[in-house]
């Protein structure tokens, strides 16, 4: 009997020596739409790279070396998207190139031509200034105003605007580079880093376990290091490290939860960077160095489920990567599930389910606004000729997750967690298909155990499954209803809401009626002063309502505003700006969106400017 499919075995590491000899590699990368390149016949396998980073012409510049695994090709084929391309290499002797025609998506093919036993290509580039990826900041847009910054966002196809590359997530390569910038800030990667300063500017990385190229990730700027463990730590501007340091203090808690569930942490390091307001998402999963936006930080460490989620992420999708864009859910639906057994383990049962509620709730409201197009509820999805972006939603996580967790209980949690435990293994620097994984799954938990399960219905068909996983909370019960007391008796009692979770204020502020009157939020806002909540999330769902019913009460127009020129988290602005244009105030959203924008990275832009028609 086998024990997992072709497809499992597509994607074998190319952990080899570049001198082996080479024997033809039979074809083990599918199909894909959204790269150019073309790795059954020659495919990247180690990189070199060495740049500098100038933050006066805001440009990367230098040369990108591959080692390459050649199929006996003529040419190799790298994704590139606004790059100036200087030169190219093979083999260390000049070659010629092509620049295939731009497409809006994919940016150009990068056909290089090399002879049937080349082993390495080198391109020399500089990055312009419509490059995506980047995000150039000045003083300014930092917490502590004196220095510059520069990050990068490589998800999904952004990693070609920056280095010229073979842009698939199919795609494994090490890598090592040498990054040059200026004289006052520090570099950092997703790879081994430096913990000071060095004198000369100049920083030299290496990572060594593989990884696909969308993880390729650097941030420049003035950021010190604290450790929280032997394993963790935090970087940040200096202004923000203490602040970061005590609210991730639980890391080292994190990592040891999620090892006893699924095994050894292999990326040996599990580092933070706090990073400026701008990042576009919560956080982004770069292997030993996790990119988070400040958002998180609460004060209270009630938001940290945020960096379990992307701990998660060094099994489900750094370690066994979803092979297209179109199997996304198989990198956000595991690492949801895995983040809430994390968040069980250290904080019980009740916090758990109230996460997994909230994303719930979200999924409901996803799967409403996809009416009209029932295709995108599928979790494998067909996004050929759309931007992977499309399915970055909470479809992928919030279905997928439901998905696993009603498996969870139809099998039972032991056997569940030995499958899982044994997936991660078996596919470890691997990369899979949803059809892989439904193989694997039939093959390894259902057949096995003669358990029947409408796996097909789940993955392949719109909607939600009518034997869905029943997730309940007391604590969110009780929210409600004490929502509903304050509402029915016009007063409000703080006595009741004492200790309430950051996730229990979530659901109480969600859940106002459509019939909720300014004078009840006002009562509200009085007693709790949601209007100037520091936590992130609290605030982001009450400025929501504010939109909704027209609330104007203590300046909250006003902070709404600063809120949206500040932070560029897409999931917050586009949460408020959506609501601006629900209530046909998007003249309002334009007003400030014109402020705003500047200081958005491009994937949040990119989304806004569509929402809102800007151009
Ligand atoms: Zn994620």
Known sequence: MKKHSLLFSLIVLAFACHDEKKEPITPKYVEESHSYARPNTAAITHLD??????????????????????????SIVLDSKFLNITKVQADGKDTTFTLGDFDAQLGRPLIIDIAPNTNSITVFYNTTDQTEALQWLSPQQTADKT??????????????????????????????????????????????NPKEKTADGIYTFKMKQPISPYL?????????????????????????????????????KMVVAAENLYGDYD?????????????????????????????????????????????????????????????????????????????????GKDRANMIALIGRQDLEEEVEGFKNEPEMTKLKLDLTNKNPDDGMNSIAYDKGYLFLRTLE?????????????????????????????????????????????????????PGIP???AVIVSDKFENARRTLQSFLDQKTVDVSKTQNWTTQEWVHFIRNFPESITVEDMKRLDDAFHFTNSSNSHIAMVWFEQAINH???????????????????????????YKAFKRHDKVDEALEIYHKARGNYHSVTSNTIDEMLGYN
């Open 216 to 252: 390729m990730a650097l941030a420049v700027g003035d950021i010190q290091y604290k450790a929280v463990s032997h394993r963790t730590g935090v970087y940040a501007e200096p202004s923000m490290v203490d602040k970061a340091q005590a609210e991730f203090s639980d890391m080292e």
């Open 267 to 347: 990326w040996d390091q599990f580092d933070v960077i706090v990073l400026p307001p701008s990042f576009p998402f919560g956080g982004m999963e770069n292997p030993r160095l996790t990119f988070a936006t400040p958002t998180v930080i609460a004060g209270d460490k009630s938001l940290t489920s945020l960096i379990a989620h992307e701990l998660a992420h060094s099994w489900s999708g750094n370690l066994v990567t979803n092979a297209t864009w179109n199997d996304f859910w198989l990198n956000e639906g595991f690492t949801v599930y895995f983040e809430i057994r994390i968040m069980e383990a250290l904080y």
């Open 409 to 461: 209980e139809t099998v039972g949690r032991e056997k569940f967690d030995a499958f899982l435990k044994n997936y991660f293994k078996t596919n470890a620097f691997s990369t899979v298909t949803t059809e892989g994984f439904v193989d694997y799954l039939n093959t390894n938990l259902l057949e096995p155990n003669a358990i029947e399960f409408n796996v097909d219905e789940w993955i392949y068909q």
């Open 466 to 468: 009518d034997n869905q």
């Open 49 to 74: 790279l060495d740049i500098e980073a100038n933050f006066d012409t805001k440009t990367i510049s230098g040369s990108a070396t591959y080692a390459i695994d050649n199929n006996v090709a003529t």
């Open 550 to 576: 027209d609330y104007h009460d203590h300046h909250v127009d006003q902070k709404i505003e600063d809120f949206l020129i500040r932070v560029g988290r897409r999931w917050y602005v586009s949460t408020l």
């Open 147 to 192: 220095h510059p910054f520069l990050f990068t966002q490589g998800q999904a196809i952004l990693t070609r605007s920056w280095i010229p590359i073979q842009d698939s997530p199919q795609i494994r390569i090490t890598y090592n580079a040498t990054v040059k910038v200026p004289k006052a800030l520090m570099a950092v990667m997703s790879a081994e």
